[in-house]
């Protein structure tokens, strides 16, 4: 998992975010911010023997599923993001992943505020055993300066415009009185294809 993942360690009989496997210092809930793709690290840990205000183990999740959602309202069928495909490192005990904020419906529910209130919430699942809701907290998501980049032009690369594109490109069906034109080899001559009002075919070849 890359540096900028966050990581975060779940007591799930506590239900509350600590600061690791080795301290239950606790911790406030991240803070999420609009057209972010968030890399999660998550540790689902529990007390253990000796029994210590810092003794912890990270649970075996062999055969453990894991869910997480944002959302502005309780008891929703369509969160506002979710992940529920991790990838398991069952050496470490870790689920790692994404949960991607950057959406249609993530966006258009922030709009252009400074900042909004909602809920995150992570359930966890062992085997087919009924569903464990191992943390559920409000949290602060915070609006962006800055709008994503991927859907902008590369200064590096060429485009066409669409006037350009429509003058290269044949399309499957060309506006009334337009021609194809077929330059030979040399540029000399061009071959123009088409049809005419009578419903003839169009088809010469003239000097360029």
């Not at 496997?21 to 998550?42: G, H, K, M, N, W």
């Not at 993001?81 to 966006?107: H, I, M, R, S, Y």
């Not at 809920?119 to 949290?139: C, F, N, Q």
Request: a negative charge; one cysteine or more.
């Amino acid at each position: 998992m890359a540096g900028l993942a966050r990581k975060i360690f779940v007591n799930w009989q506590t239900k509350k975010l600590q600061l690791s496997d080795e301290s239950a210092t606790p911790v406030d809930p991240p803070t999420f911010q609009r057209y972010e793709t968030v890399p999660l690290c998550i540790v689902i840990i529990e007390p253990c023997d000796p029994w210590g205000p810092n003794d912890f183990q990270r649970i075996d999740i062999t055969n453990v599923s894991l869910k997480v959602a944002i959302n502005d309202t309780l008891d929703d069928a369509s969160p506002l993001a979710e992940q529920a495909t991790w990838t398991k490192n069952t050496a470490n005990n870790t689920f790692e992943g994404n949960l991607v904020l950057n959406n249609p419906t993530f966006n258009s529910w922030i709009g252009s505020s400074e900042t909004k209130s909602a809920y995150l919430e992570i359930e966890a699942t062992e085997g087919v055993a009924p569903r464990v809701k191992i943390y559920s907290s409000a949290i602060t998501v915070k609006g962006s300066v800055l709008q994503p980049t991927t859907t902008s032009p590369d200064p590096t690369r060429e485009y066409y415009t669409k006037q350009e594109m429509e003058g290269i490109f044949v399309q499957f069906r060309l506006q009334p009185g337009q021609t194809i034109s077929i330059p030979n080899p040399a540029n000399t001559h061009e071959r123009i294809i088409g049809c005419q009002d009578d419903a003839t075919e169009l088809d010469s070849v003239i000097p360029v």
